[in-house]
């Protein structure tokens, strides 16, 4: 089988299943209640399925078990072990966020489900195990504990960060299409030799997220809710996967992952819980100062696409430490301007509920 059939049936098999589960998603969501309503710091009209975790899990789920029939050669002995990990600490992280979906669960047992979903995929061998010196080249390895330790910090970050980037419409499904892309397309074109089986996984997301987004893109139809935990976790995870391309999503979700740090801090600063959520975010500053869903969200999909791309095409490590350092550089001087506005008051200030989706 050639490269390009097995490309095209992982795409269209998870972009097919992902509509079809949106759909039923949605129509779920609306027949069960499991829907987000107006109020609070949520401004959309009528009610909306928040059951996105169902699509984004079963469609890449299903697809990455499918595609495993395929005849494509399998350099790593590892791969299937981790593949049984992402699949597992997905279930996990699923588990809990339909329980969270339907039950509004605190941020401690939130908390419980994340640290045991990084668990189990550090136990199925998908931690970082070296870090590249961006100064000289070389590689840096850790002892085991810190290799946990850093790993556990890397998906916890990356499950939030996406919880927290996600709303508005379309904002979070789009980084992680984004993001899909570069991790696909490093692993398939960029790395010597290829890793087409690896790179099979992020482009099952790819397909998943684009049948997903179809619905999530402004006017949404859906919300994520749980799902954005999903997708930070299956991103981190799938970063790590086959060659530590951490770079990749750290310049792809540089401006979310530096929101989320302000975040923290403000809201830590202020006594509050760092998970209780506000409309403090970037993106909803801009669309409380008259800014339009579609533009701001448009916006975030080039910033991100640019720096990401600069990870593809960038001939050395010191040229993506720089470029990196250039992204937040620009990243902190547009929080500054922003914070200089005033912002409105919060609907949430009498009543912090927990981070979720829009």
């Known amino acids: 089988m050639t490269e390009g059939i097995a490309f095209s049936l992982t795409f269209l098999l998870s972009f097919g299943l992902s509509i079809l589960l949106t759909r039923l998603a949605i129509a779920l969501g609306l027949r069960l209640g499991v829907v987000a309503v107006p109020g609070g710091r949520r401004k959309h009209t009528g009610r909306i399925s928040k059951l996105g975790i169902v699509p984004v899990f079963l469609a890449f789920a299903l697809t990455v078990l499918v595609v495993q029939a395929l005849p494509i050669p399998r350099f790593d002995p590892q791969e299937v072990t981790r593949l049984i990990g992402l699949l597992l600490g997905g279930l996990v992280i699923f588990a809990f966020g339909l329980l969270d979906d ?3 669960l605190s941020p401690l047992k939130q908390g419980i489900g994340q640290i045991l979903t990084a668990g189990v995929a ?24 810190v290799t946990v330790v850093i790993t556990m910090a890397w998906l916890g970050v990356s499950m939030n960060t996406v919880n927290f980037l996600d709303g508005l419409d379309g904002l979070a499904a789009g980084i992680a299409v984004i993001a899909s892309i570069m991790l696909f397309v490093h692993s398939a074109f960029i790395l010597d ?32 809710g749980s799902g954005a935990v999903m997708l930070g ?15 990749t999503i750290l310049m792809v979700l540089g401006l979310p992952l530096l929101d989320f740090a302000w975040q923290v801090v403000n809201r830590l600063r202020k006594g509050r819980n760092p998970m209780s959520g506000d409309r403090g975010h970037l993106h ?27 990870t593809l095409v960038l001939p050395s490590s010191l040229f993506k430490f720089i470029a ?28 912090p509920s927990v981070e979720s989706s829009s």
């Open 102 to 104: 339907l039950y509004d």
């Open 122 to 145: 550090i136990y199925f061998q998908i931690f970082i195990e070296t870090a590249n010196n961006p100064l000289t080249g070389g590689q840096t390895d850790w002892p085991y504990l």
């Open 193 to 224: 030799p290829a890793q087409i089986s690896v790179s099979l996984l992020p482009l099952a997301l790819l397909g998943t997220t684009m049948g997903y987004l179809l619905f999530n893109f402004f006017p949404a139809k859906i919300f994520l």
């Open 233 to 247: 976790y299956l991103l981190g995870c799938l970063s790590i996967i086959g060659g530590a391309k951490m770079a």
């Open 284 to 310: 909803f500053r801009l669309h409380d100062h008259g800014i339009g869903q579609r533009p701001i969200v448009l916006s975030y999909y080039a910033f991100c696409a640019f720096f990401g791309l600069l």
């Open 324 to 351: 990196l350092g250039v992204m937040i550089f620009l990243a902190l001087l547009g929080f500054g301007l922003v914070s200089r506005f005033r912002q409105p008051a919060s609907p949430t200030a009498s009543a």
